[in-house]
């Protein structure tokens, strides 16, 4: 029997395109033996339209836009809940949410799918939500003793308040240089690189156009270092990777656009540095909440100190991404990996079948 697979994708998020990206890459990566595919596409604004069953590969993203004439209420995925919804006529076995920022990352498209009931890829609600926002995240790697380096927040009226007042805590507590970052954002998304109070003053004002939270964090010389962590209860580290952007920082051009940037698999790191990143990183897995995957991200210090920087709960997922490249050396090919993922859904969703709801 195939399992009967949907694919959610784009989202109403700046990281829309991403998803897209995302999306094609699994499509073609799927043995149509093993899966019966189901697109479902989210447009923009938020609309939920289902596509045809495909039964094989597709060309580029456009023909993954489907126009608005097949809008699917998400209820109908859930016949044995909804009666009074029109049903799908082939209930799917597991959504595979590949959703990038806000509105599907951050533990909204995740609650949806729990109160539906319905096996999903990926992270819950709690480990998606706090692994979007980067101060809770932040704060919950503090608690669980992970080095980091130091950061403060503001929200957008704080700052519209006391302007001043913000770039001068952030000058004492952090100096310069420091990065400002939306809280709620991947793909470095407005994200900026702040060497005085000028670019620190343009650099709130950019970020605040995605998010009513800022963080600032900051600046240190060190390696970008990052592993792949796969499982649920026990979960895995694959080897680890090195970025080496020619430009100042990893930002969204030097990710999706350019292509200069260097991803070096594996990294040239002692067995004792990637011992210590591979302990942290299944720390932070566990203390997040987290299942199937996520991407945890370092720096590494001259001096050998690792200090955790975030984890993504739903990292870059083309074969080309740094997520896959991981695993690919570490022995597990995309198609495999996108396999394990699906099987790790259906493992979680039946143990929470197993739980009692009365007494």
Known sequence: MKTKLGLLYG??????????????AVIRALDHEKFEI?????????????????????????????????????????????????????????????????????????????????????????????????????????????????????????????????????????????????????????????????????????????????????????????VGVLGNDAPECSVAGEIVPKKDFYDYKAKYEDGETALIIPADISVEDYGQIKEMAIRAFKALDCSGLVRADFFLTKDGKALINEVNTMPGFTPFSMFPLLWKHTGVEYPQLIERLVNLAKERHAEKQNIKYTF
């Open 38 to 226: 189901h697109p479902i596409y989210i447009n923009v604004e938020g609309q939920w339209i289902k596509g045809p069953q495909l039964t094989g590969p597709v060309e580029n993203v456009t023909a993954l836009e489907f126009s608005q004439g097949n809008q699917l209420s998400p209820l109908s995925l859930a016949p044995a809940l909804f009666q009074a919804e029109k049903q799908e006529q082939q209930p799917l076995d597991v959504i595979f949410p590949l959703l990038h920022g806000p509105n599907g990352e951050d533990g909204t498209v995740q609650g949806l799918l729990e109160l539906l009931n319905l096996p999903y890829v990926g992270n819950g609600v709690l480990a998606s939500a706090a692994g979007m926002d980067k101060v809770m995240m932040k704060n919950v790697f503090a608690q669980a003793g992970l080095s980091q380096v130091n950061y403060v927040a503001f929200i957008k009226s704080e700052w519209e308040m006391a302007k001043e007042a913000a770039y001068a805590e952030v000058e004492q507590v952090l100096g310069y240089p420091c990065f400002v970052k939306p809280a709620n954002l991947g793909s470095s998304v407005g994200i900026s690189k702040c060497t005085n109070r000028t670019e620190l003053d343009a650099a709130f004002g950019e970020a605040f156009q995605f998010d009513r939270k800022v963080i600032i964090e900051e600046g240190v010389v060190a390696r970008e270092i990052e």
């Open 11 to 24: 989202g109403k998020s700046a990281e829309h395109k991403v998803s897209l990206q995302t999306a094609l």
